[in-house]
T-cell receptor
Framework: DVKVTQSSRYLVKRTGEKVFLECVQD?????MFWYRQDPGLGLRLIYF???????EKGDIPEGYSVSREKKERFSLILESASTNQTSMYLC?????????????FGEGSRLTVL | GEDVEQSLFLSVREGDSSVINCTYT??????LYWYKQEPGAGLQLLTY?????DMKQDQRLTVLLNKKDKHLSLRIADTQTGDSAIYFC???????????FGRGTSLIVHP
């Protein structure tokens, strides 16, 4: 059974703290994504990666960075958390090449910044 | 950029049919998707349709695609309380492998 695992389901952090959100996939997928989900705004792409050590900005990269040192792991980093980064964060992965293009999602990490 | 639009809420009675609508702007869309998100969970692919198809049926689900109007719909027959979730429409075009998502439609099923 394919799996995308996000290490923390719920986090509470204080303004200014550094936050790491970890995501691991066991499907040997080349592509990995970080989205944030807010009510009424749907999913917004923060960053994505199409290979190890490669990263591309999505639609809302400000205030975030990412790291992909190994194929199976994609980390989202908030260098200095702010209250407007309180949100649900979703990681996803996708195979390269011909296919339906399906994204496989983790269960989400709900971050609250106080 | 390309856009995918869907209404935010739909309320139906248990046993009725639900129809969730979506419009998109990218005329080069190759695949169109419906994802389902249950409370407290991530998204899961429900069904998809290739752009050269008009309709796809899978048990209680029927997907209709009108390429001329760039309109996609998902019909759920005999809607159950377990169908209560957020449904996301998404599309991917030949020029990009990154899907564009709509804002999601919250389906509320009343007993």
């Amino acid at each position: 059974d394919v799996k995308v695992t996000q290490s923390s389901r719920y986090l509470v952090k204080r303004t200014g703290e550094k936050v790491f959100l970890e995501c691991v996939q066991d499907m040997d997928h080349e592509n990995m994504f970080w989205y944030r989900q807010d009510p009424g705004l749907g999913l917004r792409l923060i960053y994505f990666s199409y290979d190890v050590k490669m990263k591309e900005k999505g639609d809302i990269p400000e205030g975030y960075s990412v790291s992909r040192e190994k194929k199976e792991r994609f980390s989202l980093i908030l260098e200095s958390a702010s209250t407007n980064q309180t949100s649900m964060y979703l990681c996803a992965s996708k195979r390269d090449g011909i296919g339906t293009g399906e994204l496989f999602f983790g269960e989400g990490s709900r971050l609250t910044v106080l | 950029g390309e856009d995918v639009e869907q209404s935010l809420f739909l309320s139906v009675r248990e046993g009725d049919s639900s129809v969730i609508n979506c419009t998109y702007t990218d005329s080069s869309s190759t695949y169109l998707y419906w994802y389902k998100q249950e409370p407290g969970a991530g998204l899961q692919l429900l069904t998809y349709i290739f752009s050269n198809m008009d309709m796809k049926q899978d048990q209680r689900l029927t997907v209709l695609l009108n390429k001329k109007d760039k309109h996609l719909s998902l019909r759920i027959a005999d809607t159950q309380t377990g169908d209560s979730a957020i449904y996301f429409c998404a599309e991917v075009s030949g020029g990009s492998y990154i899907p564009t998502f709509g804002r999601g439609t919250s389906l509320i099923v009343h007993p």
